[in-house]
């Protein structure tokens, strides 16, 4: 099962690659995965973006030495923070918890662009195929149908998280691919037993961990824990002490 599944992820992010390809990176398994293939085919650079002294930035910088590849460091300042967010919310007027996401995806968009690049590409929808978010393991303590709602948020990605992502990348002349969202991978995750995809409640993706393995993915990333963007990147606590005013100046439409 694991050489198919690595064969497939292989080809979905072949099929997501230009010349020149920038990818949003945070020294995860998912962003590192993709970086590991497209490297060995194209000129690929990885962009990190959080506050100075984040969890990502530095994870992303030890993975990077690891892949022998030069990090690029999108790093966000505390007082620009509420301003990004002002510019994210105007291209999607959601919630707190969603636009927060949006701020670090502004600076890899924004870094890539000067950089010259029209291709960012995203982890997104990695989650709903290998059962990564918390959420999900309650769900199934619940007695919920977890086949069925992990479906419906893959089939979903495309009008939320894969939306939003493109319309804040597409402000800066950047085209956002996602090598996860692929539907030939899908059919074949989604084949997967629940309780293979959920062996690991504690690291969690545990046949995508063992796929990257075999794809190359150092070890340092393939063990490490997952963590939310918005709380990895630092920009959680910043917005959290400004929420008031943000909930007033930028209700959810």
Avoid at 19 to 29: E, I, L, T
Avoid at 139 to 153: A, I, Q, S, V
Avoid at 213 to 230: C, N
Wanted: charged share 30%; hydrophobic share 40%; proline share 4%.
């Amino acid at each position: 099962m694991i050489p198919e599944l690595a064969e497939l992820l292989k080809r979905s992010v072949e099929e997501t690659l230009e010349d020149n390809v920038a990818v949003s990176f945070s020294g995860g398994v998912d962003s590192t995965l993709i970086a590991q293939i497209a490297k060995q085919h194209v000129q690929t650079e990885i962009f990190c973006s959080g506050i100075d002294g984040c969890p990502d930035l530095e994870y992303s910088e030890k993975a990077a030495k690891l892949m022998g590849l030069e990090l690029q460091r999108a790093t966000i300042l505390p007082e620009e923070v509420l301003d990004i967010y002002g510019k994210c919310y105007k291209i999607n007027p959601l919630d707190l918890l969603q636009v927060e996401i949006m701020v670090p995806i502004w600076k890899v968009a924004e870094s890539a662009a000067k950089k010259g690049h029209n291709v960012v590409l995203f982890g997104a929808a990695a989650e709903e195929l290998f059962v990564g978010y918390e959420k999900y393991f309650l769900y199934k303590e619940e007695g919920k149908d977890l086949e069925k709602l992990l479906k419906e948020d893959f089939k979903n990605l495309k009008r939320r998280e894969i939306n939003w992502i493109s319309r804040i990348c597409k402000q800066h002349g950047i085209e956002a691919r996602f090598p996860f969202y692929n539907q030939e991978l899908a059919n074949f995750v989604q084949e997967i037993p629940l309780e293979d995809r959920m062996d690991d409640r504690e690291l969690k993706k545990p046949i995508l961990r063992e796929a990257a393995k075999l794809l190359g993915v150092p070890d340092l990333v393939i063990k490490r824990r997952k963590h939310a963007m918005q709380y990895a990147s630092g920009i959680h606590k910043i917005i959290m002490k400004h929420a008031n005013q943000i909930n007033n100046d930028y209700p959810a439409q």
